[in-house]
């Protein structure tokens, strides 16, 4: 085959060279515009898994860059005055000319053909290439000439950085955060050579602006930032290789990713993308070179694997682009956590979070790395850190303690843990009236270890149920039910017992889920209130009617006569739901509320009527006993609530004395496209619990106790409430600790002879998948 490589970086050098070592028929070039042995950038940096493939790929290019490369395992924090480090963690450094360079020098030998200083800006110059790489970087001119089909998705992020350089030597990856009048900066330093250490410094547009920087030229701005860093710099000057670009080196980064990778060319040649013209990933992670690196050795993989004929190379193409798009995808999303989380750092944890917790919350960032999977790289750092985080909740134990099993107090009640079973409607009420069903699906759970158990929405009224299987507190005899759950509980187990009440608005008189979810009944539909006329399902659902002040006096005294009678039944925890699109949700989300007198419009207007719920009903209830609010912090529809909105209906629960955010999103409208994932709502209880400075409960896909603890570590909730897990297994809790070795955990007196045959079964699992593995 006839090859062309457009762009001599990583991608390009490393996949002709490559390609080479498969064929020396092959006919390869690589294009560069700059000249021979010579390029600009600090250091790069990739995994140790990327090694190892280069290593079985190139073991001569492997071994001159092992020679060239620094190696670490540590992280360093450097934060409010102190230093904290944790190892394990395995990356390579080296310098990006050094790195390229040996690729150069490889190619030669191989004989590839470099050709440079030629700025190759269309692939229809090389009319008799076979296959035409296009990885000509970033502003890929390639990309840009058949963007219609390469359908590329630039994204530029807010932030401001410069990529700057020092003499002064680190012996770990350090991250250092300085705080000015104007907000936080970070910088990420790492060494890539016997000499030299990168040093790119990072912060908001608003920072940045306020301190002049977009004004300053490039002496102004290493002069501030060597200021800035005075203390970890320690008297090294800060470098620049930037000269090239005109006025500020301050850039912002910019996400690219693209629907197609490859195409046929007016001349009959392949063009297909590779590295930053196809995919880019934030240097928050690092991942830059080494999805370079993969894509080349893909690619070569696939021709070796489906032929290195031209009659081939389609097949070729069409394998590479389906099986790197899932990888590279998934790297993204990484890159795309942890460059989000330091966009936002600076506003959502530098200030809340001590430097601990911040630590914690920084090695995760990226959502890649979870709780059980740092015990494999620092079991030390992290048993200290468990041991930190049992002491604030009041545990002064000499062994770790699991995040998700330390105690917490709310008011005056203390859940034995943080897991909480989640309020999961089981349509099996009659009458509204809870039964022996309840009692033993509730039963059952609170004896499986959670600290708090809910029992689903309990309706304010007959009217506000969202089926006639749906249970009620209404009614005296639904009072009694409940104490006898309640009850129950108390007596047999140590969890508490919450009960939510709500109001199904236009989603109520509708069929058990089983009989079709949100269909109206056949028939003995009853009338239904929204905050404005509303069919939930269009053209199917009834219509509601929006509800007059009459309606509203009504109905809150419902809700207060509710509260008083969870009280009644011995609930130690009460809930308001505000979410999923029932009754007081469809007031809050401009989705559901067209109203044009005071209760619609704005945002206050909105929350209006829900706040006054709440006030009555917090009025109403104990002022020992906590009260939750869940919400919809997304409804994943454009021009409903938002996370930006969520922030702000939480602040607004809190002033009116709220104690926790029950932080969940959807079910507003079925126009709903929400974006799925382990722990994906997590987020919305992460941002409101730091920026709208009140605890929070996550939910959403959480599954596991390495879900449970990364989240309550990081401190992006204080409570993990967990569903479908506990309708499989109501010992969930008591599982998950067996399951990670916590054998402090206690067992109800009646189920102690299997405790350690479970630990037993669990960790004979996990020592031959250790076996195995090695």
Excluded at 33 to 51: E, I, L, P, Q
Excluded at 509 to 538: F, K, V
Excluded at 728 to 739: G, Q, Y
Aim: glycine content about 8%; aromatic content about 10%.
């Amino acid at each position: 085959m006839k090859i062309v490589c457009i762009g001599g970086g990583p991608a390009g050098l490393y996949f002709g060279l490559l390609m080479k070592q498969l064929d020396q028929r092959h006919d390869i070039t690589v294009v560069e515009r700059n000249k021979a042995y010579d390029t600009f950038g600090w250091g790069v940096v990739f995994s140790d898994a990327t090694m190892d493939n280069m290593r079985e790929w190139d073991p001569a290019t492997a071994t001159e860059i092992e020679q060239a490369f620094n190696h670490w395992d540590d992280i360093e924090l450097l934060f409010k005055g102190r230093s904290i480090r944790s190892g394990g963690h395995g990356f390579v450094g080296i310098g990006r000319k050094k790195l390229l360079n040996i690729l150069q020098a490889r190619c030669e030998e191989l004989g590839v053909k470099l050709v440079f200083e030629t700025n190759a800006d269309s692939d229809l110059a090389y009319a008799d290439a076979d296959l035409i790489i296009a990885s000509d970087g970033i502003n890929s001119q390639i990309r840009t000439r058949y963007a219609d089909t390469f359908k590329p998705d630039i994204v530029t992020r807010p932030n401001r950085y410069i990529w700057l350089g020092t003499n002064r030597l680190y012996d770990a990856f350090t991250f250092d955060f300085q705080r000015t009048e104007h907000g936080w900066f970070q910088a990420h330093i790492y060494k890539f050579d016997e000499n030299t250490t990168t040093f790119i410094v990072e912060c908001p547009e608003h920072v940045w602006q306020a301190h002049g920087l977009a004004e300053a030229d490039q002496e102004q701005s290493i002069a501030f930032c060597e200021n800035l860093f005075k203390d970890t710099l320690q008297g090294h000057p800060l470098m620049t290789n930037a000269r090239h670009l005109r006025g500020s080196a301050w850039l912002n980064f910019q996400r690219v990713v693209c629907e197609q990778w490859w195409l046929k060319n007016a001349h009959g040649s392949h063009v297909v993308l590779m590295g930053d013209a196809v995919h880019t990933a934030h240097f928050a992670i690092g991942s830059g070179t080494k999805l370079a690196i993969e894509d080349a050795i893909e690619l070569t993989r696939q021709f070796k694997r489906l032929g290195d004929s031209p009659d081939k190379i389609g097949e070729v193409l069409g394998s590479y682009q389906e099986l790197r798009r899932v990888e590279t995808l998934r790297l993204q999303n990484a890159a795309w956590n942890a460059m989000e989380w330091f966009e936002v750092c600076g506003e959502r944890y530098c200030d809340q979070l001590p430097p601990e917790q911040f630590m914690y919350s920084m090695l995760t960032r990226s959502q890649r790395i979870s709780h059980e999977n740092l015990r494999l790289r620092d079991k030390a750092w992290l048993d200290g850190y468990e041991k930190w985080f049992a002491q604030q909740a009041g545990v002064d134990s000499a062994a770790p303690v699991p995040p998700m099993f330390t105690p917490y107090t709310v008011r005056g009640v203390t859940l034995k843990n943080r897991i909480v079973v989640s309020p999961m409607a089981q349509y099996s009420a009659e009458d509204g009236l809870a039964g022996d069903y309840h009692l033993v699906h509730l039963g059952a759970r609170a004896m499986g270890g959670a600290g708090l158990v809910f029992a689903e929405m309990s309706c304010v009224s007959a009217e506000g149920r969202i089926t006639p299987g749906c249970p009620g507190l209404y009614r005296p005899e639904h009072t009694q039910v409940f104490k006898r759950i309640a009850d129950w509980i108390h007596t047999h187990t140590d969890a508490k017992f919450a009960i939510q009440i709500g109001h199904a608005g236009a989603k109520a008189s509708t069929r058990l889920a089983w009989d079709g979810i949100d269909q109206p009944l056949p028939d003995g539909n009853w009338p239904i209130l929204s905050a404005s006329p509303q069919q939930y399902l269009e053209g199917v659902g009834q219509l509601s009617r929006a509800m007059t002040r009459a309606d509203m006096e009504t109905v809150l005294a419902q809700f207060v006569a509710s509260t008083r009678a969870a009280h009644q039944a011995g609930a130690d925890w009460l809930e308001l739901h505000c979410a999923h699109g029932y009754l007081l949700s469809s007031f809050i989300s401009p989705l559901t509320n067209h109203r044009d007198d005071e209760y619609g419009g704005s945002l206050d207007n909105r929350l209006r009527y829900p706040l006054e719920v709440f006030k009555a009903v917090r009025a109403a209830w104990p002022a020992d006993k906590p009260i939750s609010v869940r919400i919809s912090a997304h409804d994943w529809v454009e021009g409903g609530i938002t996370p930006d909105d969520a922030v702000d209906v939480a602040k607004a629960f809190k002033a009116a004395g709220a104690d926790m955010i029950d932080c969940s999103s959807g079910q507003v409208s079925k126009k709903e496209k929400p974006v799925y994932g382990r722990m994906f709502q997590t987020p919305f209880a992460d941002r409101i619990r730091q920026e709208a400075g009140i605890p929070t409960i996550a939910v959403g896909a959480i599954s596991e106790a390495d879900h449970a603890n990364s989240i309550l570590a990081a401190g992006r909730a204080d409570l993990c409430a967990v569903a479908r897990p506990h309708l499989a297994n109501p010992a969930w809790t008591l599982t998950e600790a067996a399951k990670i070795g916590y054998t402090m955990q206690p067992w109800p007196r009646q189920y102690r002879s299997a405790k350690g045959q479970m630990e037993s079964i669990f960790a004979r699992e996990k020592a031959m998948a250790s076996v195995g593995a090695k």
